[in-house]
């Protein structure tokens, strides 16, 4: 089992937004996530609000290595808000209760690529 840490509480008063680990939440068994990996969770979202709520989950947790925004699958409207604000799909994933589409924002750390293909990291 991970260690969970827990999670900043970073939601704007009046915003129905809920953030939640993923290894503790319902995204645990869709894709292999760390620790401190935090699914972002608002119904009625802007750009701005998640471009918002991604900044303070940096600052307040620099080890999250993703930021998960899961919508139901085929729901264009909503995954073009998100990838105003930043995030990439992913994939789509089929819980026990709905079939969603994950988008992610990833801190730069986690994406940058050696291009020295003959070195090996930590070698």
């Known amino acids: 089992m991970i ?3 827990p999670v900043p509480d970073l939601a704007p008063p009046g915003v129905a937004v809920r953030l939640e680990r993923c290894a503790a939440g319902r995204l645990r068994h869709a ?3 760390a ?3 935090i699914e972002l969770q608002a119904a009625e979202a802007d750009a701005g ?3 918002a ?3 303070a ?3 307040a947790d620099p080890q999250c290595r993703r930021v998960v925004y899961a919508v139901p699958e085929g729901d264009l409207d909503r995954m073009a808000v998100a990838e105003a604000a930043g995030f990439r ?3 789509d994933v089929d819980l026990a209760d709905a079939q969603l589409s994950l988008l ?3 801190p730069e750390w986690v994406t940058r690529t050696d291009m020295d293909l003959d070195h090996v990291p930590g070698g």
Request: no cysteine.
């Open 3 to 5: 260690n969970v840490p």
């Open 31 to 33: 894709y292999p996530v």
């Open 35 to 37: 620790a401190h990996d």
């Open 49 to 51: 609000l998640l471009r």
């Open 53 to 55: 709520l991604v900044d």
């Open 57 to 59: 989950v940096a600052e």
């Open 89 to 91: 799909y992913v994939i």
């Open 104 to 106: 992610v924002v990833e």
